[in-house]
């Protein structure tokens, strides 16, 4: 069992940044990757950003990518999400993704607020 605690989110004016982080507890270490969904008024939730555990390696979705920068800390058991050059279109509920070796779970969402 995994527990994801996200924080940092919040009101912003275009153009500003925020960081959101996201702390696992638990039994985490079947961890692969750590992400970042998120989910706008009236649309599906959909991938923003993701990291595997082990090589770092990142990806990001188009809409954001240049913008954001996802990272990780081992000792903190901790991921990142550092939103640059926020945009309106970037307001959403944002979702921190654990992905296990044979489940995925999800932390409660925190508010991203982009205001024009």
């Known amino acids: 069992q995994v527990q994801l605690v996200e924080s940092g989110g919040g009101l912003v004016q275009a153009g500003g940044s925020l960081r959101l982080s996201c702390a696992a507890s638990?039994?985490?270490?079947?961890?692969?990757?750590m992400g970042w969904y998120r989910q706008a008024p009236g649309k599906e939730r959909e991938f923003v950003a993701a990291?595997?555990?082990?090589?770092?390696?990142?990806y990001y979705s188009d809409s954001v990518k240049g913008r954001f920068t996802i990272s990780r800390d081992h000792a903190k058991n901790t991921v990142t999400l550092q939103m640059n050059s926020l945009k309106p279109e970037d307001t959403a509920v944002y979702y921190c993704?654990?992905?296990?070796?044979?489940?995925?779970?999800w932390g409660q969402g925190t508010q991203v607020t982009v205001s024009s």
């Open positions: 638990g039994d985490t270490t079947c961890i692969s990757a």
């Open positions: 993704n654990f992905v296990g070796s044979v489940r995925s779970y």
């Open positions: 990291i595997g555990w082990s090589d770092g390696a990142t």
